[in-house]
Structure formats: structure tokens, C-alpha cells
């Protein structure tokens, strides 16, 4: 059993993205260590009464507020990353005191999960530095980036902006010096890390638990696309290939909200398809996953996500799942769906559309393989059983 420092600016037990990574990975590697964690105060009252109601959970906590930029947050300005980076700043000095207790192992760094951003392990000198898992280093070609209309293309070039900005800052040197292996959570992160000298295991950033997913749906003759209604989704992607298809009681329920879905609703008439598709909104998190469930396919045609709990909640449930062949989603779902190479672009829509129309037709078999995938790597324990190979390898413990 090791002693790990574990560090997760996003750990909410019961959310929906990172928030909900690092509270699982906290939470179930401490049923196998002694795991110190160091978060923020904002999920403080569930992660108490969790701690209370596990005994086997080895978990001390930690809370440290950021103090700095509430007024910026309250005009709900775009400075997320800015609180980020300041939290990591202001938090690495309690590592390095942490450190020298004597009390640790090695330093795991969980969330957020990106390969462009700091670490507070940065201030650490000798214990090994475990970073992951770590992505959002995916580049959709520029031809792609173009579908989006000009807001989508904004977004996207102050994006592409942010590593080189950080790598201005001293401490993400130092968070690359300090790290002895990283767990990228796509092959394109994966690469985009080769360059430096720590190594690597690749493995999915967000799992299930098997327990918890439904065991009885509604069946519909209908795909489904689930998340925020952005332009960077793909969701216009998946409208234009299933105005292809030649069904006519097929359905596309695109569960969600967001900035984009006028746009979607507006195309959704031009492409004459209005009638066929349902834009249900924000739905419960129990019933997006029953839609998921009882839905042929998921259609997931995001150009950058790093994981994708979407697509992990279908597989698990033995749904088939249609991507871009880029980044986490492509990742996670293998054998379990049909990743589309985004380029050449000129074609895609046509290659979505057909790969759409091979998976209904022999669903029976892509459900078979979903389910597989999920079982064989998808399910949480079996994501920790990475990390916990990671933690012997580095510190002789079992």
C-alpha cells in the first residue's frame, strides 16, 4: 500500500465531467492507498458524507480555495484557466511542505486533464510525479474547424492558443521536468508528449460503474446525440449524414443545450428533416443515460474532446457508437463503433452517413462488440487497476 499526494482541482462526486473523474479516481484508489487530496472546497459537504459511509476508504482531504477572482466569476468572464493556473501557483507551495513530512510515495496529479496546463507537483524535488490522466492536445484539421461558422472558429483559435501561451510560464517547464510518467488519454495526446523524456501509458480517462447503469429500456427506432449544445460538438456533422439515410421513421433525438441550438434547429428545417429530429433539451442525468440506452446508435462526432462519459454510458449499456477518428471518443469506443477520419473533409459527411447506415444494419453485432469493449476496459476498477500497476511499478508497493 502506498502513500500518494493526490491533487484534483475538479473533484465533484455526481457531476458529469472532470469533476466527477477526480472524484472517482480519489475515491476508489484510496480503497487500495493512503491517499491525501488535495481539491477545492466546492463539492466539501458530499465528499464528507462519502468519507463517512466508506470505512475503506484511506482518504484524507484536504480544501484549498483559490481567494482570488470571484468578482470576474460572478460576471461570468471566460477566466477558468486563469483560476486554474493561480490555483496550481498559490497550491504548489503546500506541496512542497507536504513533501517533506516524509509521509509520501509519489505525487498524482488527476485534474484537470490537460497536457498544457501546470501542476502544483511541480514544487516537489524527489517524489515521482504520476500526471493523468492528461489530454486536449486533439487538432482538428483546419477544413473542419471552418463547418463551425465564425463564433465556432473563434473559439477554436483562442484555444489553439492556450499552449503556447502557457508554455511561457516557468512552472510548465517545470510541471514537464518534474513528471515521471504521464497517462494521456488519446493517442493524439500521447504524441504531442513523446517529445519529452518521461514515458507513458495511455489509458481512458472516464469509466462506469456496472452497478449503476439501467438494466431496462424503452426501445426507439431512433440515433441520439448527447452534450452541449457547441459548435465544436460536430452535432451539424451528424445532422447532415442522417439527412442521408433513407429510413423514414428513423429519429435523431439531440439531447442538450447550449449556444448553438438555433443554429442546429434552423439547419435541422434547411436540410428538411425538421419533422424527424427532437431537440429534448437538458435532460436528468438518469434519463439521458435510459435515452442513451434505448436509443440504435450514438453519434458522437466531436472534434476535440479528451473523454466523453457519452460514449462510455452507451457502450456500457451496448450501444454502438459513431465518432470522428480523433481524440478520447475514438479512444474509448475501438471495437465498440465506427471512428470516421475527419480528412479528407470534402467526403465526410458521406463516410458518416454510410458508416451510420452499416452499424444499424448489423446492430445486433455492434451491440455485442459495445458491450465487450465496456466490460473488458471501461468499468472504473478497471481504470484504477492502470494506476495501481503505475504505483508498483514506481514504488515497489503492492
Given at each position: 500500500m502506498a502513500d500518494v499526494l493526490m491533487i484534483a482541482y475538479s473533484c465533484e462526486p455526481g457531476s458529469s465531467s472532470e469533476g466527477l473523474v477526480g472524484w472517482e479516481l480519489a475515491s476508489r484508489i484510496a480503497r487500495r492507498h493512503r491517499v491525501t487530496l488535495?481539491?477545492?472546497?466546492?463539492?466539501?459537504?458530499?465528499?464528507?458524507?462519502?468519507r463517512g459511509?466508506?470505512?475503506?476508504?484511506?482518504?484524507?482531504?484536504?480544501?484549498?480555495?483559490?481567494?482570488?477572482?470571484?468578482?470576474?466569476?460572478?460576471?461570468?468572464?471566460?477566466?477558468?484557466?486563469?483560476?486554474?493556473?493561480?490555483?496550481?501557483?498559490r497550491l504548489a507551495s503546500r506541496v512542497e511542505?507536504?513533501?517533506?513530512?516524509?509521509?509520501?510515495?509519489?505525487?498524482?496529479?488527476?485534474?484537470?486533464?490537460?497536457?498544457?496546463?501546470?501542476?502544483?507537483?511541480?514544487?516537489?524535488?524527489?517524489?515521482?510525479?504520476?500526471?493523468?490522466?492528461?489530454?486536449?492536445?486533439?487538432?482538428?484539421?483546419?477544413?473542419?474547424?471552418?463547418?463551425?461558422?465564425?463564433?465556432?472558429?473563434?473559439?477554436?483559435?483562442?484555444?489553439?492558443?492556450?499552449?503556447?501561451?502557457?508554455?511561457?510560464?516557468?512552472?510548465?517547464?517545470?510541471?514537464?521536468?518534474?513528471?515521471?510518467?504521464?497517462?494521456?488519454?488519446?493517442?493524439?495526446?500521447?504524441?504531442?508528449?513523446?517529445?519529452?523524456?518521461?514515458?507513458?501509458?495511455v489509458a481512458p480517462?472516464?469509466?462506469?460503474?456496472?452497478?449503476?447503469?439501467?438494466?431496462?429500456?424503452?426501445?426507439?427506432?431512433?440515433?441520439?446525440?448527447?452534450?452541449?449544445?457547441?459548435?465544436?460538438?460536430?452535432?451539424?456533422?451528424?445532422?447532415?449524414?442522417?439527412?442521408?439515410?433513407?429510413?423514414p421513421d428513423l429519429r435523431y433525438a439531440i439531447v442538450g443545450d447550449g449556444p448553438a441550438r438555433n443554429r442546429l434547429m434552423r439547419l435541422a428545417r434547411e436540410l428538411g428533416i425538421g419533422h424527424r429530429v427532437e431537440f429534448t433539451g437538458r435532460l436528468a442525468s438518469n434519463e439521458t443515460i435510459r435515452r442513451i440506452g434505448g436509443s440504435r446508435l450514438l453519434v458522437h462526432p466531436s472534434f476535440h474532446d479528451s473523454g466523453g462519459f457519452v460514449v462510455v454510458e452507451a457502450l456500457a449499456q451496448g450501444v454502438p457508437v459513431l465518432t470522428l477518428d480523433t481524440g478520447g471518443p475514438a479512444f474509448l469506443a475501438q471495437?465498440?463503433?465506427?471512428?470516421?477520419?475527419p480528412t479528407p473533409t470534402a467526403s465526410l459527411i458521406d463516410r458518416m452517413s454510410d458508416a451510420m447506415a452499416a452499424i444499424l444494419a448489423g446492430r445486433?453485432?455492434?451491440?455485442?462488440?459495445?458491450?465487450?469493449r465496456a466490460e473488458e476496459a471501461l468499468a472504473w476498477e478497471r481504470i484504477v487497476d492502470v494506476y495501481d500497476g503505475i504505483y508498483h511499478n514506481i514504488t515497489g508497493r503492492a
Open positions: 488535495l481539491t477545492r472546497p466546492k463539492a466539501r459537504n458530499d465528499i464528507e458524507r462519502l459511509e466508506d470505512p475503506d476508504m484511506n482518504l484524507e482531504v484536504e480544501y484549498h480555495e483559490l481567494g482570488i477572482l470571484p468578482s470576474l466569476k460572478q460576471l461570468r468572464l471566460p477566466v477558468s484557466n486563469l483560476r486554474y493556473l493561480v490555483w496550481n501557483h511542505k507536504l513533501e517533506k513530512t516524509g509521509r509520501f510515495d509519489l505525487v498524482h496529479h488527476t485534474t484537470w486533464v490537460r497536457y498544457w496546463m501546470p501542476s502544483a507537483a511541480a514544487g516537489t524535488r524527489n517524489l515521482p510525479f504520476v500526471w493523468g490522466p492528461v489530454g486536449a492536445a486533439e487538432r482538428p484539421p483546419l477544413d473542419l474547424i471552418r463547418t463551425m461558422g465564425w463564433q465556432g472558429m473563434g473559439f477554436e483559435a483562442l484555444r489553439l492558443a492556450g499552449p503556447h501561451i502557457a508554455r511561457l510560464d516557468p512552472m510548465m517547464r517545470q510541471t514537464l521536468d518534474r513528471v515521471s510518467i504521464a497517462v494521456p488519454s488519446s493517442d493524439e495526446t500521447a504524441r504531442a508528449l513523446s517529445r519529452y523524456r518521461f514515458d507513458q501509458v480517462s472516464v469509466g462506469f460503474e456496472p452497478d449503476r447503469m439501467p438494466t431496462e429500456m424503452q426501445s426507439r427506432n431512433e440515433i441520439v446525440s448527447v452534450g452541449r449544445l457547441l459548435d465544436w460538438k460536430g452535432f451539424h456533422l451528424g445532422l447532415r449524414a442522417f439527412a442521408q439515410m433513407t429510413d471495437s465498440g463503433g465506427i471512428a470516421v477520419s445486433s453485432r455492434w451491440s455485442t462488440a459495445a458491450l465487450r
